[in-house]
């Protein structure tokens, strides 16, 4: 899920099966959508990569019952989640800055066999600040690493 249609062909690209602009839609649309492409409209666990308020939201939103939202995402410094349907539905939350040793050589396993896909756009130094208001905007597919020259 993703708010531009870009971004989600980028991850159609590198294998995804299903995929879901959330861009201006309500929680029972994007319900609507997930169980056209799955024949679900709940999910039961979600890992959500932004760490937005909006997009934490919608992860619970579309929790089933005992679902679990793990999120990895660092752009905001605080969250809000109704306490009745965290609780009332046995919901769990998880934080992760990074895995552990056994998940770094896993993730290295999977680079070395040329399973991990990624797209970068490289920005130079020198032209960071003609970029920052692409990033806030989210403008960027994939992720934007500083060069050095």
């Known amino acids: 899920m993703a708010r531009s249609d870009e971004k989600l062909a980028l991850a159609t690209e590198n294998g995804a099966d299903h995929t879901i602009n959330t861009r201006g839609r309500s929680d029972d649309e994007v319900r609507d959508v997930l169980e056209q492409a ?46 009745f349907p965290f609780v009332g539905r046995e919901f769990s939350y998880f934080g992760s800055f990074w895995g552990n040793y056994n998940d770094l050589t896993e993730v290295v396993a999977l680079a070395e066999a040329g399973q991990i896909k990624d797209s970068v756009t490289q920005v130079r130094f020198d032209d960071v600040n003609d970029h920052i208001d692409a990033l806030g905007r989210g403008a960027f597919v994939g992720r934007a690493v500083i060069v050095y020259d």
């Not at 937005?52 to 019952?65: I, K, M, N, P, Y």
Request: glycine letters at 10%; one cysteine or more; aromatic letters at 2%.
């Open 38 to 83: 799955t024949g679900r409209r709940e999910l039961d666990a979600v890992i959500e990569c932004v760490g937005a308020e909006e997009s934490v939201r919608l992860a619970f939103a579309l929790l089933a019952t005992e679902g679990a939202v793990a999120s990895v995402g660092l752009v905001g410094n605080r969250t809000d989640v109704p306490l």
